[in-house]
């Protein structure tokens, strides 16, 4: 995973006053699939929608494959494939003739049909191929929208919130669809709610915020870029005396109440000593979690606002 097949510098977009995009750079490398986070109106689908090429910047460059996406938007897009938020499908065709419609958009004339079956089968849908669009179930025209935007094999793939709204089954496909489409070598850009889609698939996570990439790097890199902490959460019968952790090095007390405690601490080989201080300290222990950091926490951290909370402007 060492060519960018996509490189984006300094991008911006406005809608009159308001600035979509504001100076964002990054790349992609083959093989590789970068995760797109932020709140509603932080610029997601702005920047995919530029790199797709059916919106134009006012200002910056986005490269695909080295050559210049605005002035070759034309030979790029049978390069790129584009799957919208919203589903875009002709409801009154059937799933093989939306395929073999796009496979022909793309320039796959004469392997149209070939080309419409194997996306078939990438998805799932095979044994669907006959029925009407409007027969099929939420998350099935969901498996057929990402089938449209593969189907011509693009070298890079751009994905918005492909999995919204899907049931837990079609979720787990769509997912494993992408991996196996890095795995062929598309550099894949992923934008989504669900953290623990980009935890789990994801190689480089981008963090954008009010039009701007706030930060970047691997999951367990954003992580730390918060400084984000375990925590112990414990309930005892009665109340613990005072100081019972006292002398751990990096454990500090984030609340206390009688019969409860939560402790922040440096590292997880801190907790067994933790909890043999705790059944010693003779307020005898009803219960324990333990809360490691993860993406959301460094979102919330770093944002100071929730993924889906929509970014308010001020005036």
């Known amino acids: 995973m060492d060519a960018a097949l996509v490189e984006v510098s300094h991008l911006r977009k406005s809608y009159g006053p308001r600035m979509a995009v504001d100076d964002v750079s990054f790349s992609v490398n083959a093989g590789e699939i970068v995760g797109l986070l932020g709140p509603n109106g932080a610029g997601k689908t702005t920047t ?37 938020q919203s589903v875009a499908l002709y409801p009154s065709l059937s799933a093989l003739q939306n395929l073999e419609l796009f496979a022909r958009f793309h320039g796959l004339a004469r392997a149209a049909r070939g080309a419409a079956m194997a996306a078939l089968e990438a998805v799932g849908l095979s044994e669907r191929a006959n029925d009407a669009v409007l027969t099929m179930s939420g998350g099935m025209k969901r498996r057929l929208n990402l089938a449209c935007g593969i189907v011509h094999g693009p070298e890079v793939l751009l994905l918005d919130e492909p999995t919204v709204g899907v049931d837990p089954q079609s979720r787990e496909k769509i997912l494993r669809i992408v991996g196996n489409l890095s795995q062929t070598g598309a550099a894949i850009i992923y934008s989504t709610h669900y953290m623990e889609e980009v935890e789990r698939i994801c190689d480089r996570v981008l963090l954008i915020d009010r039009g701007q990439v706030i930060a970047g790097g691997t999951v367990r890199e954003i992580i730390a870029l918060a400084g984000g902490q375990p925590r112990l959460e414990i309930s005892f019968h009665g109340e613990a005396p005072s100081g019972w952790y006292a002398g751990l090095a990096g454990v500090r007390e984030l609340a206390c109440e009688p019969g409860k405690a939560v402790l922040q601490f440096a590292d997880l080989g801190q907790l067994s000593e933790l909890l043999q201080r705790a059944r010693a300290c003779g307020a005898g222990v009803l219960e324990f979690s333990v809360h490691s950091p993860n993406l959301s926490d460094a979102f919330m951290s770093l944002t100071g606002h929730g993924l889906r909370d929509p970014v308010v402007e001020s005036n």
């Open 48 to 84: 995919l929608s530029i790199l797709a090429t059916v919106l134009k910047p006012d200002g910056g460059k986005v490269r695909i494959a080295g050559c210049d996406a605005q002035q070759r938007a034309g030979a790029l897009r049978r390069r790129l494939g584009f799957v919208p």
